[in-house]
C-alpha cells in the first residue's frame, strides 16, 4: 500500500510538472527558445571558402577582398599560412586558355582552426564561416495570446538575445577589424528583438525543427 501512494505522488509531481511545462509564461518559453538555440543558435562570421586555399599575391592586400581576413585569422592562430606559387583558376580561366603558376598565400586550416569551422545553411546553397559563440535568450519582451492553428496551440514570441561561450579569437582587435559583423553581433546582442514561433506538444512548447 505505501508502495503505491508512492507511485501515485511520482505520477501526480510528474503530471503537475508537465502541466506547469505548458503554461504560457516566459520562463517556459526562454527554456523553449534556449533549447532551440542550443542547436541552431551559433554566431558566426562567414567566409564562404573551404581550406586549403591559395590567394593570389595581388589579392592579398585587397582591402574589401578575403585577404585581410585570413590575415587576421592567421593572427588568431585560426590559420596556417606559407608562400608558394600555385595554379589559381579564375572565372573565365576555360576561355582564356591555360593559367600559368603564379606567387600565392597558401592557408590551411590549424588544429584550432577546425575546432570553429562549419558548414553553414546559406539562402544560395551551403556557404561556411568560422563560429565564435552561441546564441541564449536574454529577456522576453512579449508573446502573442497562443491561439489554436491546426494540430497544434501556437504563440509568436519576441525575445532578445546574447552571446555565451564566446571564443577568445573573436574577441582580437584584428578579427574585429576584418569581420566587423562580430563586433556589431557582440555589443548590439541584447538590443535586435528577434521573434521566434512556438508550439504546444504534450511535452510542452517547443520551436518547430526548421
Given at each position: ?150 494540430a497544434y496551440s501556437q504563440t509568436e514570441v519576441t525575445y532578445t538575445y546574447k552571446i555565451v561561450d564566446l571564443a577568445a579569437w573573436a574577441e582580437r582587435p584584428e578579427a574585429q577589424r ?33
Amino acid at each position: 500500500m505505501r508502495n503505491l501512494y508512492v507511485v501515485s505522488i511520482a505520477g501526480l509531481l510528474l503530471l503537475t510538472a508537465s502541466n506547469n511545462a505548458k503554461k504560457p509564461t516566459d520562463a517556459n518559453f526562454t527554456n523553449s527558445i534556449n533549447q532551440y538555440l542550443a542547436k541552431q543558435g551559433e554566431a558566426c562570421a562567414v567566409l564562404n571558402r573551404q581550406f586549403p586555399l591559395d590567394v593570389p599575391k595581388g589579392q592579398q592586400k585587397d582591402q574589401y577582398g578575403i585577404g585581410p581576413k585570413l590575415v587576421a585569422l592567421e593572427l588568431a592562430g585560426l590559420l596556417r599560412g606559407s608562400d608558394t606559387t600555385a595554379v589559381v583558376h579564375g572565372m573565365f580561366d576555360a576561355l582564356q586558355g591555360t593559367t600559368p603558376a603564379q606567387p600565392v598565400r597558401h592557408y590551411e586550416l590549424t588544429a584550432e582552426g577546425v575546432k570553429y569551422f562549419r558548414e553553414l545553411s546559406g539562402g544560395l546553397g551551403q556557404a561556411t564561416g568560422l563560429c565564435y559563440g552561441r546564441k541564449q535568450v536574454d529577456s522576453i519582451v512579449k508573446w502573442t495570446e497562443p491561439m489554436a492553428m491546426g494540430a497544434y496551440s501556437q504563440t509568436e514570441v519576441t525575445y532578445t538575445y546574447k552571446i555565451v561561450d564566446l571564443a577568445a579569437w573573436a574577441e582580437r582587435p584584428e578579427a574585429q577589424r576584418a569581420f566587423p559583423e562580430i563586433q556589431t553581433e557582440i555589443a548590439g546582442q541584447s538590443k535586435a528583438a528577434q521573434i521566434a514561433g512556438l508550439r504546444l506538444t504534450n511535452n510542452g512548447w517547443e520551436v518547430p525543427a526548421q
